[in-house]
């Protein structure tokens, strides 16, 4: 299994941006599918997640102005980004619990992360 993730770039303070991440491989279950981010020298942090039934929980900091949606016929989660704030700037990463065919337990996967920068 790999996750894919897509979208990050460059923007201007109150700009918008939407992240893909897209689950490849066969064989598997995914239940909660999230974003984390990493500023520079910052621990890694959740920003919202979302779980197989559409329940979502969002960091304060971006509650109002991110939208966590997943498509799960597409096994991909998207985050649009509204408001955006310099703070925001960070390596975001997508995360998927996702459990193998016959198998018992959910592992984490990690996508590659991708650069949103936030910056007049």
């Known amino acids: 299994v790999q996750l894919q993730a897509s979208g990050g770039g460059s923007v201007q303070p109150g700009e918008s941006l939407r992240l893909s991440c897209a689950a490849s491989?066969?064989?598997?279950?995914?239940?909660?599918m999230g974003w984390y981010r990493q500023a520079p020298g910052k621990q890694r942090e959740s920003v919202a997640v979302m779980t197989s039934g559409g329940s979502a929980v969002y960091a304060d900091s971006v509650k109002g102005r991110f939208t966590i949606s997943r498509d799960n016929v597409k096994n991909t989660v998207y985050l649009q980004m509204d408001s955006l704030k310099p703070e925001d700037t960070a390596v975001y990463y997508c995360n998927a619990m996702i459990k193998m065919s016959g198998g018992i337990w959910s592992s984490s996967y990690w996508g590659q992360g991708t650069q949103v920068t936030v910056s007049s």
């Open positions: 491989g066969s064989g598997f279950s995914i239940n909660n």
